[in-house]
């Protein structure tokens, strides 16, 4: 299966800061890759698709990119609602896998 | 309002069986191929099946493979997950998932709330 990677585990960042999510994965997946956003005690939510498209009413302030192996979702100042766990996932082949996560908290 | 509720779950021993259920509304439940995302206490997301809208194939992550069964009532609106000899491991919330659109159905725009299935003696 397809193995995929997510750095920094926890990314420690201010209100108005920028952030910058890793995700590898262990083999090429073209762009099919998807990102969520799981804040504490609910379901995730759909954030990008296709490694850069952003879903129905997700904020400009969100962006991913990257193809084959590396990606990377950005999120440029970040509001008081985008302290949360975020997750890649690939859906190039099955098993669909998912990253362990990069949870950005508070500084 | 797309929507997918969750039931069916509980404390099960191991060994022992249960079935989950996802009531889907607000949508064209026959259009969407649909999924099972499972998520232990504390940890990250992992998904365990998924069906086409069609219901033809069906697809499997290998911790759950032969004893886990993902099936759709196209009729009722329904997704199940059929769990038997379940173990510990199994223990976690159950996220049921809609696919995106009738031609992307790999990762997933409606997620339910989530059930609870906790396998312990």
């Known amino acids: 299966e397809i193995v995929m990677t997510q750095s920094p585990a926890t990314l420690s960042l201010s209100p108005g800061e920028s952030a910058t999510l890793s995700c590898r994965a262990s083999q090429n997946v073209n762009s099919h890759l998807a990102w969520y956003q799981q804040r504490p005690g609910q379901a995730p939510r759909l954030l990008i698709y296709?490694?850069?498209a952003r879903a129905t009413g997700i904020p400009a302030r969100f962006s991913g990119s990257g193809s084959g192996t590396e990606f990377t979702l950005s999120i440029s100042s970040l509001q008081s609602e985008d302290f949360a766990v975020y997750y890649c996932q690939q859906y190039n082949d099955w098993p669909l896998t998912f990253g362990g996560g990069t949870k950005v908290e508070i500084k | 309002q797309e929507q997918l509720v969750e039931s069916g779950g509980g404390v099960v021993q191991p060994g022992r069986s249960l079935r989950l259920s996802c009531a889907a509304s607000g949508f064209s439940f026959v259009a969407h191929g649909m999924h099972w995302v499972r998520q232990a206490p504390g940890k990250g997301l992992e998904w365990v099946a998924g069906v086409p809208s069609d219901g033809t194939n069906r697809y499997y992550a290998d911790s759950v493979q032969g004893r886990f069964t993902i099936s759709r009532d196209n009729s009722a609106n329904t997704l199940y997950l059929e769990m038997i000899s379940l173990r510990p491991e199994d223990t976690g919330v159950y996220y049921c998932a809609k696919g995106l659109s009738p031609g992307s159905w790999w990762f997933f725009d409606v997620w339910g709330r989530g059930i609870l299935v906790s396998v312990s003696s």
């Open positions: 296709v490694a850069s």
